[in-house]
């Protein structure tokens, strides 16, 4: 029923939600707040990211250094800084970075920030947290805020994020990501798997309309 309700809904949800976002949106969580500019992936009538936050919020991230891989509209960013971490924010989208520079500029955070293409720009470090929450609908995007929603006709997003990413994986990172039940899960842990990576579920977060889950991204060892 709930899937009925999700399928039904989902055209005038979105129609509404890109109407809604013709401007920019302030959006807060636990006082840290983020400008929502138009194009840029939004929190707001989502769910995905609060979901994430509410995680992250138990996570001791004090001293700890973060990495958020397509940051959006900054808030897990923002929210990672006020927690004392040392936060690296990267995302494809130029609008984004500007935006999230200015919100944290003026909340007195120290955020450093990138616009890459997945890993491009960023030189293999070891981070503590990796925190993705990825774009996965298949569909190709035609244009730069498309690309908050739309991995790729054949999950292109995922098949080069889990190319990229070996790199940055070490002993010691937590590389989260956070998936949905409306994700392709068995193809999108097919594409980790001819990597050599495996997901294993850390938390499930059921909604009014959908599942949420996160999983740690580890790289597979094999006897030697
Ligand atoms: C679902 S949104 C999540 C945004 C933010 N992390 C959040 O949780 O609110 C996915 C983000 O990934 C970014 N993105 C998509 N493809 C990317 C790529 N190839 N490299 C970097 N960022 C990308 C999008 O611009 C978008 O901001």
């Known amino acids: 029923m709930k899937n009925l309700i999700r399928r039904i809904t989902h055209p005038v949800y979105k ?48 001293n700890k250094t973060v990495l958020e891989l397509g940051c959006g509209s900054g808030i897990i960013s923002i929210f990672s800084a006020s ?14 970075i500007k935006s999230l520079n200015e919100a944290s500029f003026e909340q007195d955070f120290s ?15 070891d981070f503590d947290y990796i925190f993705i929450n990825p774009p996965y609908y298949p569909k190709r995007p035609k244009d730069i805020s498309e690309k908050a929603w739309f991995c790729g006709e054949n999950f292109e997003y995922f098949q080069e994020l889990f190319d990229q990413i070996p790199p940055y994986l070490s002993d010691t990172t937590n590389c989260l990501m956070i998936l949905s039940q409306d994700c392709d899960l068995k193809n999108i842990k097919n594409i980790a798997t001819k990597n050599h990576l495996s997901f ?25």
């Open 83 to 96: 927690k004392g971490s040392e936060v690296t924010a990267t995302d494809i989208n130029v609008i984004a």
């Open 15 to 62: 129609r509404y939600h890109f109407w809604y976002h013709r401007k920019p949106r302030k959006y807060t969580y636990n006082n840290i707040y983020t400008i929502v500019q138009p194009t840029v992936f939004s929190p707001i009538n989502t769910v995905s990211t609060k979901v994430f936050l509410d995680h992250i919020d138990t996570i001791e991230l004090n």
């Open 111 to 125: 955020i450093k920030t990138t616009v890459s293409d997945l890993f491009k720009n960023i030189n293999p470090f």
């Open 200 to 224: 294993v579920k850390i938390n499930e977060k059921q909604t009014l309309f959908e599942k949420n889950f996160i999983y740690k991204i580890i790289k597979n060892t094999y006897p030697k």
